[in-house]
């Protein structure tokens, strides 16, 4: 795939989500533009006050890097949403909240039922066995695994 469709389709991912959030209950959703000197730190998305929301749309799942890209030196709540390949609804869609800490004292307050210990990621495998999970990934970080609706719920119910 050419450099041009790659950011094609991370670009239609990034609008997916936005007009998502939009529907429900972040009127002002939007993306950030590259080069506009606020992605770094905020994410791609800008809706949620005091979190940063990364769109990913590839073939291959790197969530432990993508988190750590967006955590380093990020103080807000860091959230990374995996396009689904087949499922429309961008509510389904796998979702990672950079810290366990950050969903049970910033967002949600509600743990996850099942807990999982792993070097090899596979979130999307464990939220489709389980639904919520608290991941501990290769680093000792623990995150939570869950689906971009639950996550927007959440941010709902802490705003």
């Not at 949620?48 to 749309?57: I, Q, T, W």
């Not at 290769?138 to 689906?147: C, E, H, L, M, S």
Request: net charge positive.
């Amino acid at each position: 795939m050419t450099g041009a469709a790659s950011r094609r389709r991370g670009a239609n991912a990034e609008r997916m989500v936005a007009e998502y959030l939009r529907a429900h209950g972040w009127p002002d959703a939007r993306r950030y533009l590259a080069g506009d000197g606020r992605q770094r730190l905020l994410g791609d998305i800008d809706a949620v006050p005091g979190v940063a929301v990364e769109v990913k749309d590839r073939a291959q799942s790197a969530w432990a890097t993508w988190l750590r890209d967006l955590e380093d030196g990020n103080e807000r709540v860091t959230v990374v949403v995996r396009r689904t390949r087949g499922v429309p609804d961008v509510g389904l869609w796998p979702a990672v909240v950079g810290s366990a800490d950050d969903w049970s004292g910033r967002l949600d307050g509600v743990p996850p039922m099942v807990s999982v210990v792993s070097s090899n990621c596979r979130p999307e495998r464990w939220l489709e066995l389980y639904g919520r999970v608290l991941w501990t990934d290769g680093d000792g970080r623990a995150r939570v695994v869950t689906t971009f609706g639950d996550v927007a719920h959440a941010c709902r119910r802490s705003a």
